[in-house]
């Protein structure tokens, strides 16, 4: 809507697309708040009373900086990010649900192992749901989800990397998402044909004959 790409919009900016939409008579539901739109524990516990405020039910703290030269934080600033984010969420007069994020996989460290600890680290910090976008496969999300008590997250919309809903609860998935939901909403036909593949048949071979992010963001600079 603002011509912006990923990660690029401001706190404010996000705050009011979700205004907007809760102002429309719709669930603004979930929201992804990235880092937190700050470094501290307490921007990312703003981050969510200022979401809560403009009717939102949910949203994320997430582990990467945004920082190319550093893009992770190190595990216990991670966690004491999610504390916070946690205890505000959880002070709220209704209920919200905080997801903890880890970005390894997005960021140039896949490695399965500190994954599952920084996963682990925000459980024990009181995420209510954890999620580490781009596993490679059904065994290492099966490695995940067995290393974990809360629910796990798993979003679909990466080629090579997308699964079956069905093969995502076999392996343990309590909750998936498309990469970004508005790129299967009508009115568009192709987005429409995917929503239907979705929703009928749970499968996203769409994805397939889709543009990936790094090509349609290279393709808006042409």
């Known amino acids: 809507m603002l011509g912006k790409r990923d990660g690029r919009v401001s706190r404010e900016e996000a705050l009011a697309n979700a205004r907007a939409i809760r102002r429309s008579g719709r669930s603004a539901g979930d929201r992804r708040s ?21 009717g939102l039910v949910g949203g994320s703290i997430e582990d990467a900086t945004g920082n190319k030269d550093a893009p992770l934080y190190d595990l216990e600033t991670a966690a004491v990010r999610v504390k916070a984010a946690v205890h505000a969420a959880h002070s709220l007069s209704f209920p919200f649900v905080l997801t903890a994020r880890a970005e390894g996989f997005l960021r140039g460290r896949p490695d399965l192992d500190d994954v599952i600890k920084r996963l682990q680290a925000f459980e024990a910090a009181g995420a209510d749901v954890l999620f580490a976008p781009g596993l490679p496969d059904l065994a290492a999300i099966k490695k995940v989800t067995g290393a974990l008590k809360k629910p796990f997250n798993f979003m679909v919309g990466i080629k090579g990397r997308s ?5 995502l609860e076999a392996a343990g998935v309590k909750r998936n ?18 929503a ?15 543009m990936s992010t790094p090509d ?4 808006m600079k042409e």
């Open 163 to 167: 699964f079956s809903t069905a093969e």
């Open 196 to 210: 239907k593949e979705v929703k009928d048949k749970g499968t996203f071979t769409y994805l397939d004959r889709a």
């Open 34 to 54: 990235r880092e937190g739109f700050g470094d501290s524990p307490d921007a990312a516990a703003e981050t969510i009373r200022q979401a809560a405020g403009v």
């Open 177 to 194: 998402q498309p990469r970004d939901p508005r790129s299967i909403a009508p009115p568009c036909p192709a987005c429409s044909t995917a």
């Open 216 to 219: 349609l963001n290279a393709f």
